[in-house]
Each structure stands twice: as structure tokens, then as C-alpha cells.
């Protein structure tokens, strides 16, 4: 043993209290930060599905006016157009002169103001005629009505008059006979009185009946100015489409955009096809229609969707890495999956926005474009996630089918 103590053969093993205690102590923190946010910390559990923008009131088809065959398709899919383009050329034998066909819908037309204004005073007429009646009838109930309350004043005072004489009777004050006028008049009175009680609910069924007579002629005035409408939208569109031939002497017929817009489908791609009357050529989406988007959603999460959801858009056009994302209500969902297998379900969402800004400048998004959109269905704790192999596990082992009521 030296002067200066004792000499240690080896270093100590055990570490010292104080460092073995602030290591437990970190541990427990550790595992009560880690438990904690388990259960706290909620991550959000979106539905992520591709979309593309629709016209909301659809897109305006192009059809062909004459069968024939197609010669020039001139346009393509996606292209922007503007109104009158000629998009297709038809060489059609049946062809003719339209100037009588023409001639018909100017004439139509025409006289489209004059037939509203007579409908119009039809019905002018018949509601006045109705008001009138209609007046007639509550000044005949408002007089039924004063009637009435003079009525039940003079019954209830017969009634009192009769109570009397009946009991001077009794008490042989008076005779039989006097006592019997005053109940023959209140019992006049009473029928009178039921009477003008009838009178006033004939008057207020009366009132009634007008009203709904009113009613109902407005209705069907609405209708036969609605019927008129379309008849005559449909002789306009007719006659515009007409006007808008372009036939030359060899019997073709050039087929122009109705609208200023974006070919989102063309139904006839080549030229040699032969077409019919009506047939479809192509569809456009017009310039300034307002758009929605079209969800493709997978059957993973479809049950937490439901309409008013917030939908986040990221379009391809339009890289949300420097234009940012978009947003959208969700609107519609599809109750029946498609024909797909990979995209069972469709929804609408309806933009916020139908413009997105580019360098300061708005730029109108156009139908066909598409890109990624997410809706938030909900949020899960981290726990939750944890345990979902455990809990897919029970369900598999565990599940068993329900037994029917009173069954063995």
C-alpha cells in the first residue's frame, strides 16, 4: 500500500448510481414522448385518384345534317377551334335546295312573338276574370261573417229569453203558449244562425277553388310557354345549322364548329365514312362553360367519401410545384361502379376556382386537362396504424357468420 492509498488492480463494472438513474429516467421519457404521440399525433388519410376537367352542362355535339360520305376530317382531337371552323366536309348526293326548309323555320319564327303575346292574354284575361270572382266572393264572406256574429248575438239573447219564459212558466207565471214563442224564435234563430255557418264555408271552398283554378292556369301557362320555347329553340338550331351549310356545286357539304371551344372527341377520324343523318361526328366543350372535375375513384376508401368534401387538385398543366394546388368541393358520387374494373366509381367536384394565375395573369383551365386529386376522409392516430395488423389478424381468425334468430 502506498503513501497515497490504496492501488486499484482494475477499473470499476458497474457504472454510477447517478448515471444508471438519469438513464432509466431518459428511457421512461423516451417511452412516454413515443406512447404519447402514438396516441396524440393524428395523421391525416386521404383517397388519391385521378381526374380531368368535363363542361357541367356537358359539350355540344356535332352531327352530320345529310347522309353522304365523309371526304375532309380537318380537325383533331384536343384542337381549339373557333366558331364556324369548318371541322368536317360530307359529299352528299341527297343534298338539295334548303332554301324552302329555310324559308318554313324564317316563317316560324316569326311569328313566335305573336303567339307568346296571345297566349299571354289568354291567360291576362282568365286571371283577371279569376280575381274578379275572387273579390266577389270575400266581400260575400266578410258580410257572411258580420251576418254570422249578429246572428249568434240574437240567438244567444233568444236563448236567454227563452230560459226566462220557460221558467215564469214553471213557476205558472205565464202560459204554455207564451212560453213556447220565445223557443220557437230561438230555435228560428239557430237554424238561421247554421245557415249563414254553411253559407261561409261554401264561400271559403269557393275561395279555395279559385285559388287553385289560379294556380293551376298558371302552371299550365308556364308550360305552353315552355313547350313554345323549345319548339321554337329547336327551329332556330335547326335553321342555324342550315344557314351555316356551306354546299358547292358538287354536291358537298361543309360542316362548321358550332361554337368557339376545344375538340374533346371525334367520333369519325378518317375521311370514307359514310354517315347518316344525326349521326355523331364529334363533341365539343365551348369556350367559357363553366368546368368540374371527373374523380376515377377506387373502391379503397369509397365508403368514406361523401358530398361537400374538400378536394385538393395538383394539375399536369399546371405543376402545383410552382403554381400550387387547386381546390374543389366534392359534389356528386357515382351509386353504381362503371364498366371498369380498375376505375369502379366516378364523382363531380365542383372548382373554386375556374382560372389559374400564371405570371400574374389568369389562365382559363380547359376542358381535357387532368392531373391528381385527393380528398381528406378522415384521421387516424399513429396508434391506430400500429395495431391494424393485429386487428386484420383477429378479424381473420375470429370472424365467424352470424347465426338467424331462434336458430340452433
Same mark, same amino acid.
Given at each position: 500500500?502506498s503513501a497515497?492509498?490504496?492501488?486499484?488492480?482494475?477499473?470499476?463494472?458497474?457504472?454510477?448510481?447517478? %448515471?444508471?438513474?438519469a438513464l432509466?429516467?431518459?428511457?421512461l421519457?423516451? /417511452?412516454a414522448?413515443?406512447?404519447t404521440t402514438l396516441?396524440?399525433?393524428?395523421?391525416?388519410e386521404r383517397? =388519391?385518384?385521378?381526374?380531368?376537367?368535363?363542361?357541367?352542362?356537358?359539350?355540344?355535339?356535332?352531327?352530320?345534317?345529310?347522309?353522304g360520305? =365523309? *371526304?375532309?376530317?380537318?380537325?383533331?382531337? *384536343?384542337q381549339?377551334?373557333?366558331?364556324?371552323?369548318?371541322?368536317?366536309?360530307?359529299?352528299?348526293d341527297?343534298?338539295?335546295?334548303?332554301?324552302t326548309?329555310?324559308d318554313m323555320?324564317a316563317?316560324?319564327l316569326?311569328?313566335?312573338?305573336?303567339?307568346i303575346?296571345?297566349?299571354?292574354?289568354?291567360?291576362s284575361?282568365?286571371?283577371?276574370?279569376d280575381?274578379?270572382?275572387?273579390?266577389?266572393?270575400?266581400?260575400?264572406?266578410s258580410?257572411?261573417?258580420?251576418?254570422?256574429?249578429?246572428?249568434e248575438?240574437?240567438?244567444?239573447?233568444?236563448?236567454?229569453?227563452?230560459?226566462?219564459?220557460?221558467?215564469?212558466?214553471e213557476e205558472?207565471?205565464?202560459?204554455? =203558449?207564451?212560453?213556447?214563442?220565445?223557443r220557437?224564435?230561438?230555435?228560428?234563430?239557430?237554424a238561421?244562425?247554421?245557415?249563414?255557418? +254553411?253559407?261561409i264555408a261554401?264561400?271559403?271552398?269557393a275561395?279555395?277553388?279559385?285559388?287553385?283554378?289560379m294556380?293551376?292556369?298558371?302552371? !299550365?301557362f308556364?308550360?305552353v310557354?315552355r313547350?313554345v320555347?323549345e319548339e321554337?329553340?329547336r327551329a332556330?338550331?335547326?335553321?342555324?345549322?342550315l344557314?351555316?351549310?356551306?354546299?358547292s *356545286?358538287?354536291?358537298?357539304l361543309a360542316?362548321?364548329?358550332p361554337c368557339a371551344g376545344?375538340?374533346?372527341?371525334?367520333a369519325?377520324?378518317?375521311?370514307g365514312v359514310?354517315?347518316?343523318?344525326?349521326?355523331?361526328? !364529334?363533341?365539343?366543350?365551348?369556350?367559357?362553360?363553366a368546368?368540374?372535375?371527373?374523380?376515377?375513384v377506387p373502391?379503397?376508401? /369509397?365508403a368514406?367519401?361523401?358530398?361537400g368534401?374538400t378536394?385538393?387538385l395538383?394539375?399536369d398543366?399546371?405543376?402545383?410545384?410552382?403554381y400550387?394546388?387547386r381546390f %374543389?368541393?366534392l359534389?356528386?358520387?357515382s351509386?353504381?361502379?362503371?364498366v371498369?374494373?380498375?376505375?369502379p366509381?366516378?364523382?363531380?367536384?365542383h372548382?373554386?376556382?375556374?382560372?389559374v394565375?400564371v405570371?400574374g395573369?389568369?389562365r382559363d383551365?380547359?376542358?381535357?386537362?387532368?392531373g391528381?386529386?385527393s380528398?381528406?376522409?378522415?384521421?387516424?392516430?399513429?396508434?391506430s396504424?400500429?395495431?391494424?395488423p393485429?386487428?386484420?389478424?383477429?378479424?381473420a381468425?375470429?370472424a365467424?357468420?352470424?347465426?338467424?334468430? +331462434?336458430?340452433?
Amino acid at each position: 500500500m502506498s503513501a497515497k492509498g490504496p492501488d486499484t488492480p482494475f477499473l470499476a463494472t458497474a457504472p454510477p448510481a447517478w %448515471a444508471a438513474r438519469a438513464l432509466a429516467w431518459l428511457l421512461l421519457a423516451l /417511452f412516454a414522448v413515443g406512447s404519447t404521440t402514438l396516441v396524440l399525433v393524428r395523421v391525416p388519410e386521404r383517397v =388519391v385518384t385521378p381526374f380531368v376537367l368535363v363542361a357541367v352542362e356537358g359539350v355540344s355535339p356535332v352531327r352530320a345534317l345529310h347522309r353522304g360520305t =365523309v *371526304t375532309v376530317v380537318a380537325v383533331s382531337d *384536343t384542337q381549339v377551334i373557333e366558331a364556324g371552323t369548318t371541322m368536317f366536309v360530307v359529299r352528299s348526293d341527297a343534298v338539295a335546295d334548303r332554301s324552302t326548309e329555310r324559308d318554313m323555320l324564317a316563317t316560324s319564327l316569326s311569328g313566335r312573338e305573336a303567339r307568346i303575346g296571345n297566349e299571354q292574354q289568354r291567360y291576362s284575361h282568365q286571371r283577371r276574370a279569376d280575381e274578379q270572382e275572387a273579390e266577389g266572393l270575400a266581400r260575400r264572406l266578410s258580410a257572411l261573417n258580420a251576418r254570422a256574429v249578429i246572428a249568434e248575438r240574437q240567438a244567444v239573447l233568444a236563448r236567454e229569453v227563452a230560459r226566462r219564459e220557460q221558467r215564469s212558466h214553471e213557476e205558472g207565471l205565464t202560459s204554455w =203558449v207564451e212560453a213556447s214563442r220565445p223557443r220557437l224564435e230561438s230555435d228560428r234563430l239557430e237554424a238561421e244562425l247554421e245557415g249563414i255557418k +254553411g253559407e261561409i264555408a261554401e264561400a271559403s271552398a269557393a275561395v279555395a277553388g279559385i285559388r287553385y283554378r289560379m294556380a293551376s292556369s298558371r302552371a !299550365a301557362f308556364d308550360e305552353v310557354i315552355r313547350g313554345v320555347t323549345e319548339e321554337f329553340d329547336r327551329a332556330r338550331t335547326r335553321k342555324d345549322a342550315l344557314d351555316g351549310e356551306a354546299s358547292s *356545286t358538287g354536291g358537298t357539304l361543309a360542316v362548321a364548329a358550332p361554337c368557339a371551344g376545344t375538340v374533346v372527341r371525334l367520333a369519325v377520324r378518317s375521311p370514307g365514312v359514310v354517315v347518316t343523318e344525326s349521326d355523331l361526328l !364529334a363533341e365539343i366543350a365551348c369556350r367559357g362553360v363553366a368546368l368540374q372535375a371527373e374523380l376515377l375513384v377506387p373502391q379503397r376508401g /369509397f365508403a368514406r367519401l361523401q358530398p361537400g368534401q374538400t378536394v385538393t387538385l395538383r394539375y399536369d398543366a399546371f405543376p402545383h410545384e410552382r403554381y400550387g394546388v387547386r381546390f %374543389a368541393t366534392l359534389g356528386w358520387i357515382s351509386p353504381a361502379s362503371t364498366v371498369s374494373e380498375d376505375v369502379p366509381f366516378r364523382a363531380l367536384a365542383h372548382l373554386d376556382e375556374q382560372a389559374v394565375p400564371v405570371d400574374g395573369a389568369p389562365r382559363d383551365v380547359l376542358p381535357g386537362m387532368g392531373g391528381q386529386a385527393s380528398i381528406l376522409i378522415g384521421r387516424r392516430t399513429l396508434l391506430s396504424y400500429v395495431l391494424e395488423p393485429v386487428r386484420a389478424l383477429r378479424n381473420a381468425t375470429v370472424a365467424e357468420r352470424p347465426r338467424p334468430e +331462434g336458430g340452433p
